[in-house]
């Protein structure tokens, strides 16, 4: 799940949106270019060509991408670390830090070696070591590396440059998860920091990859820094995703934080800054009129917004009443709320993997056909509905999910549902659906939220569908059927064996509805048009040079 700081406050109900965001833009792009409250570089630089000044999404409040999965410490984390595997463009696992691996003939032994020449920052070598601590933190965070952790017998260390991993049982998609790529991605640190409880933050950012952290340049909440790493040593393949040779042609990389949309375009338009991580919707039409800019699209698989479930207290601990209220739900009027109706920034898709994989297909008999109340209210009463209250937890500062959570409020009021809207700043949302108790007690029944695309792309970090109960994502589904079928995807020799048992899940997880899907958004980044070399579906400085 994204920060929450990524967006800001919509404007007041008198003002349109566009219209205030367009006025709001050339308001400020009239004041000098020198004026616009940039932080500046502590150090004057020789060459400012070699510098590429950056603007996140948002501040980069937490540092440590084995602590938390907001997608701006993940972004920060891909500068700094690098990965044993990566993910090319059709999202398969190629080699990374590995030289390559052998697979034992049972394949319950995986001997990894690392590339000759992996340094860390702080100068002393990678070893094998360095990886098994690294990995053992990312077990204990990640869902689907926890997945793996149970399947693990031991990790060993023959040689530094010799990873041995022994299972339990064969296990054919280990490249994929040690290549994955959000929401915790499994970064090599050193193993003294490695050692971290993944509960604990660590502070001191010593990776292995083309960028290394400048700490006594970090100003927090306004300036980020890093600085080439002269002794990383790129593979020799072409960069393709995360994969290939990750080559750093800037020696300088300064993050500024712009909180302000309309200031952040300012800056862009007037060459103040090179690149913007996000574009808000309502500004990318202006910037794509600047002859000197390219607006584009990174990730072709966007992100999923979702409305979820309560499963564990009534109305919706009743798989039946959940389902009823798949038939209101529209799509098409989520995204055009989150988006400012333009549809070059939205598709519906009616599948709980993102359309445009392998697996993001709709079921046959499509549940989102069409909306009908009239299904929705008897539906609703023979699920055994008798006017109980219904709460909703709805981030009002939070652009992108705020409009989903009023929708459904008026939606469940059409359908005769004794509805209650809860609005909260988003961090006092995330604090209220920890909440287990009954809603007389402070619980809650629906919220909304959304997932990178690429997050939940394949079925074992699908938090949206997995059935892990206390253990898994707030709502709390739990079933042992979908996990029984995520055990054996995991396990599956072939691809298509797995595209067969995702469908499986696809079709329980309709059947069940812990979450109801409501399609796919984009947001686009913008950069000028001197920027070339991007490949990577996230916002990453490697391979990326000034033309």
């Given at each position: 799940?994204?920060?929450?700081?990524?967006?800001?406050?919509?404007?007041?109900?008198?003002?349109?949106?566009?219209?205030?965001?367009?006025?709001?833009?050339?308001?400020?792009?009239?004041?000098?270019?020198?004026?616009?409250?940039?932080?500046?570089?502590?150090?004057?630089?020789?060459?400012?060509?070699?510098?590429?000044?950056?603007?996140?999404?948002?501040?980069?409040?937490?540092?440590?991408?084995?602590?938390?999965?907001?997608?701006?410490?993940?972004?920060?984390?891909?500068?700094?670390?690098?990965?044993?595997?990566?993910?090319?463009?059709?999202?398969?696992?190629?080699?990374?830090?590995?030289?390559?691996?052998?697979?034992?003939?049972?394949?319950?032994?995986?001997?990894?070696?690392?590339?000759?020449?992996?340094?860390?920052?702080?100068?002393?070598?990678?070893?094998?070591?360095?990886?098994?601590?690294?990995?053992?933190?990312?077990?204990?965070?990640?869902?689907?590396?926890?997945?793996?952790?149970?399947?693990?017998?031991?990790?060993?260390?023959?040689?530094?440059?010799?990873?041995?991993?022994?299972?339990?049982?064969?296990?054919?998609?280990?490249?994929?998860?040690?290549?994955?790529?959000?929401?915790?991605?499994?970064?090599?640190?050193?193993?003294?920091?490695?050692?971290?409880?993944?509960?604990?933050?660590?502070?001191?950012?010593?990776?292995?990859?083309?960028?290394r952290f400048v700490a006594d340049e970090h100003v927090v909440g306004s300036r980020v820094v890093y600085s080439k790493f002269d002794q990383y040593v790129p593979r020799q393949e072409a960069p393709e995703g995360t994969t290939g040779g990750k080559v750093a042609h800037?020696?300088?990389?300064?993050?500024?934080?712009?909180?302000?949309?309309?200031?952040?375009?300012?800056?862009?338009?007037?060459?103040?800054?090179?690149?913007?991580?996000?574009?808000?919707?309502?500004?990318?039409?202006?910037?794509?009129?600047?002859?000197?800019?390219?607006?584009?699209?990174?990730?072709?698989?966007?992100?999923?917004?979702?409305l979820r479930f309560n499963s564990t207290i009534p109305p919706f601990d009743n798989p039946a009443m959940r389902r009823a209220l798949i038939r209101m739900i529209d799509q098409t009027e989520y995204l055009s709320a989150i988006t400012g109706g333009n549809p070059s920034?939205?598709?519906?898709?009616?599948?709980?993997?993102?359309?445009?994989?392998?697996?993001?297909?709709?079921?046959?008999?499509?549940?989102?056909?069409?909306?009908?109340?009239?299904?929705?209210?008897?539906?609703?009463?023979?699920?055994?509905?008798?006017?109980?209250?219904?709460?909703?937890?709805?981030?009002?500062?939070?652009?992108?999910?705020?409009?989903?959570?009023?929708?459904?409020?008026?939606?469940?009021?059409?359908?005769?549902?004794?509805?209650?809207?809860?609005?909260?700043?988003?961090?006092?949302?995330?604090?209220?659906?920890?909440?287990?108790?009954?809603?007389?007690?402070?619980?809650?029944?629906?919220?909304?939220?959304?997932?990178?695309?690429?997050?939940?792309?394949?079925?074992?970090?699908?938090?949206?569908?997995?059935?892990?109960?206390?253990?898994?994502?707030?709502?709390?589904?739990?079933?042992?059927?979908?996990?029984?079928?995520?055990?054996?995807?995991?396990?599956?020799?072939?691809?298509?064996?797995?595209?067969?048992?995702?469908?499986?899940?696809?079709?329980?997880?309709?059947?069940?509805?812990?979450?109801?899907?409501?399609?796919?958004?984009?947001?686009?980044?913008?950069?000028?048009?001197?920027?070339?070399?991007?490949?990577?579906?996230?916002?990453?400085?490697?391979?990326?040079?000034?033309?």
């Open positions: 799940m994204k920060n929450g700081n990524r967006g800001r406050a919509p404007a007041s109900k008198g003002v349109n949106r566009r219209q205030f965001l367009a006025a709001s833009l050339a308001a400020t792009a009239a004041v000098p270019a020198m004026s616009l409250p940039l932080a500046r570089p502590a150090l004057a630089q020789s060459d400012p060509s070699r510098t590429l000044k950056f603007v996140p999404h948002a501040s980069l409040s937490i540092m440590d991408p084995g602590f938390s999965a907001a997608g701006v410490t993940t972004q920060h984390g891909f500068h700094i670390f690098d990965t044993l595997y990566g993910l090319d463009a059709n999202l398969r696992p190629r080699p990374q830090m590995a030289e390559g691996h052998v697979e034992s003939d049972d394949g319950r032994t995986w001997d990894i070696t690392l590339r000759e020449g992996l340094r860390f920052h702080d100068g002393e070598p990678v070893r094998a070591q360095d990886c098994i601590a690294s990995l053992k933190r990312w077990m204990s965070r990640d869902v689907f590396a926890k997945d793996i952790a149970g399947m693990l017998d031991t990790m060993e260390a023959p040689e530094d440059r010799k990873l041995r991993i022994k299972l339990r049982q064969r296990l054919p998609i280990l490249p994929l998860a040690l290549g994955r790529l959000s929401p915790f991605v499994p970064f090599i640190m050193p193993e003294r920091l490695a050692n971290t409880e993944a509960t604990t933050q660590i502070t001191e950012m010593i990776g292995s990859g083309p960028y800037f020696d300088r990389i300064e993050w500024q934080i712009i909180p302000d949309a309309a200031t952040a375009a300012a800056a862009l338009q007037a060459g103040e800054v090179d690149w913007w991580d996000q574009v808000h919707p309502d500004l990318a039409p202006l910037l794509a009129g600047n002859s000197d800019i390219e607006v584009r699209r990174l990730d072709p698989y966007g992100y999923m917004p979702l920034q939205f598709q519906t898709c009616h599948a709980f993997f993102p359309c445009g994989t392998e697996y993001g297909t709709p079921l046959a008999s499509d549940p989102l056909a069409e909306p009908d109340f009239d299904a929705v209210k008897r539906d609703l009463a023979e699920a055994g509905y008798r006017g109980e209250k219904v709460v909703i937890v709805n981030p009002s500062d939070f652009p992108t999910i705020a409009p989903l959570g009023e929708i459904t409020f008026e939606l469940l009021k059409k359908a005769g549902v004794n509805v209650e809207m809860v609005s909260t700043d988003w961090g006092g949302a995330l604090a209220r659906v920890q909440n287990r108790e009954t809603v007389e007690k402070g619980g809650w029944n629906i919220y909304h939220s959304w997932w990178g695309g690429l997050a939940v792309s394949f079925p074992p970090v699908n938090t949206m569908i997995r059935g892990l109960g206390a253990k898994g994502w707030t709502g709390w589904y739990e079933s042992a059927d979908m996990e029984a079928m995520n055990s054996a995807w995991l396990l599956a020799e072939s691809e298509t064996d797995r595209i067969r048992i995702a469908a499986q899940m696809q079709e329980l997880a309709f059947r069940e509805m812990p979450s109801i899907p409501l399609g796919q958004f984009f947001i686009d980044t913008a950069h000028r048009k001197s920027i070339t070399g991007l490949v990577a579906p996230r916002c990453v400085p490697w391979n990326v040079r000034r033309a």
